[in-house]
């Protein structure tokens, strides 16, 4: 797609979102954004690149009580390529006393932040400095709710079988959720080609008035590991992860977590995140860490941001110490955003 | 003093006590009947903020109420679009716009965001207040009643009210708004107008004690009664998009 023909996307955005019914919802919003790379090789260049990027959500009432849901991405690259993405593209309705889903849809499960087991449909990187729109997974889905209990059962990626990507294998997920007074309590099993039976189990617990506690984990019958360009099977390997949050009325906040993922490479197994962050109205600074002792890496991040209205304005630069900055030693990345 | 005239002094304390329990009881639900006259509605609110007398930002909310504390706002403005929290008793939790998790919170994670404003829209002094009558009052040239109220919950953003009602007819006039320290964080001020035939709260100004350049005003748009399914209030039904508004 050429430039011009991208601006006059872009362009034509607000017009549409100002054309939404009123049963109906269009929402979308640009996106400029730059980023400054610092190699950690000496016979790697630093880099740079930009992009703008347009997103497009938009939900339509149909007939029959069905809501047809679409989220579609375009992005343009400094170098002239333009990438468009369909990131959801689901009908939901009502049917047989619960609530039915069909197409590719965002579900992400767990109560972790930077660290999430039971987060088997959706793969989400939670820590990314350049937070992606989320691609959903294409699935068929049956849920029922009543006001404290919900039952999730996810086919995703049907007719695949066992696919080149973990992400891509076909599955059939189930999730139970119970409310218990301040307590949320999760509990999930997964069966799949690669990893047969997973099964697992999660909380939330609020304490207090700023204090939450949480913990999550994941037992796999099997898994893969990535090794020399391809995936090969390995024995059986658990994931778990225990953290908390701590906000105070001043509107400092700290999330902590510690996680040891025996499917990942030995050295990646055992980690620590710590962020804290303060708000100011329409300001947020903040600051987090993520320790891997075993590889004495520590990767930590600044990063500020202002949001007055539907302007969106953020600042990040993160440094990759010891063996995570082998490749990458500096990241900075800046970027306007404007919602309609 | 005799045992008879002891026990009579104590019978009628208790029956005083009694009675003005009863009263206050009545008072605050006629006060909360101005604000929210059904007690399963859909909402749609207006909030606009000034710094210094100059409008500064204009958020738009819809918020879904029912009986028993519960309460679902859907954020409506540019950059929002997406966000829910819902409320039911002392639990929260939220869906960030983007992300198709719902997360449990605290209540002062609650006040990161514009969600505390949810509180000033929701909460019901008949509901989440106890108190006492504390005598007669005078409020923009109204006679009124003074009321000394305490929240039953720690997640309620304030945790003392002083309430200013008619003493006519028991509509809210103005209330001095305190954090669980003492601090007066606001002041509300009511404005009471003819809607659908009855006289309702439309319009909440509250003047920040903290901030003092800060003024916020909270418009009721439009309201109406309606019944909602129990997954609307269920925490894992928040990433779902099949809501009929």
Known sequence: ?????????????????????????????????????????????????????????GQLEAPWQQTLRASLGLQ???????????????????????????GKKVMSWDVGYAFRPLDVVQQEDRRALNPATLEGIPMLAQEAFDDQHALTMVLSNPGHGKSSQPRDDEALALRLYRQRGERDEYLVLRLSERNGVEAGAAFSQVLNQGLEVHG??????????????????????????????????????????????RSAVPLQQRNVFLRAAQNWDSYTVSADVLWQPASRSAISTISTSWKHGPWLLAASVR?????????????????????? | MSKFQTGAAALLFSVCALAQGADLATILKKADAYRLPDSSAQIETLVQTYKRGEPDKEKRYQVLIRPGGKSLILFQSPGEIGQKVLMSGDDFWMLLPGSARPMRITPLQKLLGDAATGDIATMTWSGDYQGTIQGQCS????????????????????QRVVLQVAASDYRPLHADLYAATGRRLKQASYLVEQRDGRPSVTRITLRDEVQTARETVIT?????????????????YLSRNDLKL
Not at chain 1, 76 to 102: C, K, Y
Not at chain 1, 218 to 226: M, S
Not at chain 2, 140 to 156: F, I
Request: glycine fraction near 6%; aromatic fraction near 10%.
């Open chain 1, 216 to 261: 999550s984990f994941l037992w796999q019958e099997r898994h893969d590991v990535w090794r020399q360009q391809r995936w090969i099977a390995a024995g059986r390997s658990d994931k778990a992860m225990a953290g908390f949050t701590w906000t105070t009325e001043s509107q400092f906040a700290v999330i902590a977590e510690v996680w040891r993922d």
């Open chain 1, 319 to 340: 440094h990759y110490g010891g063996m995570s900055g082998t490749y990458t030693r500096q990241l900075a990345i800046a970027s306007i955003e404007r919602s309609f």
């Open chain 1, 1 to 57: 797609m050429k430039p011009r023909v991208l601006t006059l996307a872009l362009s034509a955005l607000p017009l549409l979102c100002g054309q939404a019914q009123a049963s109906n919802q269009l929402s979308g919003a640009l996106l400029a954004q730059t980023e400054a790379r610092q190699s950690g090789m000496p016979d790697i260049d630093n880099s740079s690149r930009s992009f703008q990027l347009a997103t497009l959500h």
């Open chain 1, 76 to 102: 343009h690259q400094h170098d002239g390529s333009t990438r468009v993405q369909v990131s959801e593209l689901t009908l939901e309705r009502p049917l047989a006393g619960g609530f039915f889903t069909a």
């Open chain 2, 139 to 158: 409020y923009a040239g109204q006679a009124c009643l003074e009321l000394e109220l305490t929240a039953t919950r720690k997640s309620l953003s304030y």
């Open chain 2, 220 to 236: 009721t748009v439009s309201s109406k009664p309606r019944q909602f399914g129990d997954e609307l209030f269920n925490a894992m």
